[in-house]
Nanobody, 127 residues
Framework: QVQLVESGGGLVQAGGSLRLSCATS????????VGWFRQAPGKEREFVAA????????YYGDSVKGRFTISRDNAKNTVYLQMNSLKPEDTAVYCC????????????????????WGQGTQVTVSS
């Protein structure tokens, strides 16, 4: 069982930045590809970003491309989501997800591809 813990959420003004972290323990994190998803009240869950096991490949949802950056430090068992130029429409609960995949270079963008999920962290962007 993989336990994921998100942190770094909070309240920020539009145009500001936040860095989210997704940490796990007790597992070889480099065996897991990771994705970030978000869900705002009354809306469907939305893909935000994904990173391959090796960290060499990343992929972003259209709404965050150019503003968010996903990265990982496998030595620290942590994946990060740097969020810049935040907008009120970025307000949501952000969850990280992990999956045990054979490929070290593939990114996964569908929620159903992931087996493990964190509880989420709230991000609120004020206008």
């Amino acid at each position: 069982q993989v336990q994921l813990v998100e942190s770094g959420g909070g309240l920020v003004q539009a145009g500001g930045s936040l860095r989210l972290s997704c940490a796990t323990s007790g597992r070889t994190f480099s065996n897991y590809a990771v994705g970030w998803f978000r869900q705002a009240p009354g809306k469907e869950r939305e893909f935000v970003a994904a990173i391959s096991r090796s960290g060499g490949r990343t992929y972003y949802g259209d709404s965050v491309k150019g503003r968010f950056t996903i990265s990982r430090d496998n030595a620290k068992n942590t994946v990060y989501l740097q969020m810049n130029s935040l907008k009120p429409e970025d307000t949501a609960v952000y969850c990280c997800a992990a999956g045990l995949f054979i490929s070290s270079i593939t990114v996964y963008t569908r929620a159903g591809q992931y087996d493990y999920w964190g509880q989420g962290t709230q991000v609120t962007v004020s206008s």
